[in-house]
């Protein structure tokens, strides 16, 4: 089922810290977006305004109960803002996290993260999610109970660029990067909602090859192909 979740809470090594607007886009078939920019930028920041990005289909990711309100997800990373930028001291392999629904569809993330390696001492994390109403754009709570909703994925994967779109109901979130560049001027990023009259209102937006995000999504069908000022963007899921 889709989900819609915006964090809440944010805590590394027991202090708490949250200065993004995060919001994580997780589709049917099991792909998955985390737009992470900043709320307060400094001016050093503002050339990537962001904590982190991360994104990837169900093949970079590995989920398996662990009892009736927990579950482990194995995070791979198809894009990794981080590793895109080539930022020193990064975590290598899997992201093992461990999700607990706690109360009203609230689910906690707990993990650990080794960016010295695991010869070193790991940074332990705990992140709050919050499902969110995927039909209206403010951010409207819910329990999480709404299992029904669009849920399409696309994917660029070319010599030149390589990206990833999710539309949970009428929230859009994707990225782009341009391969081999490895520089923010490489990477672009899309948060829009799209209303009932068609139109699409732009919340995030990043990038020189901004442009080249799709907008429209409906009668979709996979394996379709959509053009977005040259680039050409493979339809991987297409639930309505």
């Known amino acids: 089922?889709?989900?819609?979740?915006?964090?809440?809470?944010?805590?590394?090594?027991?202090?708490?810290?949250?200065e993004t607007n995060t919001i994580t886009s997780e589709s049917t078939d099991g792909h998955y977006i985390s737009l992470r920019p900043l709320l307060h930028p400094t001016k050093e920041q503002t050339a990537f305004p962001f904590e982190w990005a991360f994104a990837g289909t169900n093949k970079d990711i590995t989920v398996s109960k662990v009892s009736e309100?927990?579950?482990?997800?194995?995070?791979?990373f198809g894009f990794d803002s981080n590793k895109y930028l080539h930022i020193p001291n990064q975590h290598e392999g899997p992201v093992e996290t461990y999700w607990k629904t706690i109360h009203n569809g609230v689910r906690e993330e707990t993990g650990e993260i080794f960016p010295m390696g695991k010869a070193q001492p790991g940074v332990k994390f705990m992140e709050m999610w919050q499902?969110?109403?995927?039909?209206?754009?403010?951010l409207v709570i819910t329990d999480g109970s709404v299992t029904k909703g669009r849920s399409v994925t696309l994917k660029i994967d070319t010599a030149e660029y390589f990206g990833?779109?999710?539309?949970?109901?009428?929230?859009?979130?994707?990225?782009?990067?341009?391969?081999?560049?490895?520089?923010?001027?490489?990477?672009s990023f899309i948060r829009?909602?799209?209303?009932?009259?068609?139109?699409?209102?732009?919340?995030?937006?990043?990038?020189?090859?901004?442009?080249?995000?799709?907008t429209l999504f409906d009668a979709l069908s996979v394996g379709t192909v959509v053009d977005a000022n040259g680039a050409s963007w493979e339809t991987l899921e297409a639930h309505y």
Do not use: C
Request: charged share 20%.
């Open 131 to 138: 499902p969110i109403d995927f039909s209206k754009q403010d």
């Open 192 to 214: 829009a909602f799209e209303t009932s009259q068609g139109t699409v209102n732009t919340l995030v937006k990043y990038g020189s090859d901004f442009s080249k995000f799709p």
């Open 164 to 187: 990833l779109i999710i539309v949970v109901g009428q929230w859009i979130q994707g990225f782009l990067s341009k391969k081999g560049q490895h520089s923010t001027e490489g990477l």
């Open 1 to 18: 089922m889709p989900a819609l979740l915006k964090r809440i809470a944010f805590e590394v090594n027991g202090s708490l810290l949250e």
């Open 69 to 76: 309100d927990t579950v482990k997800e194995d995070f791979l």
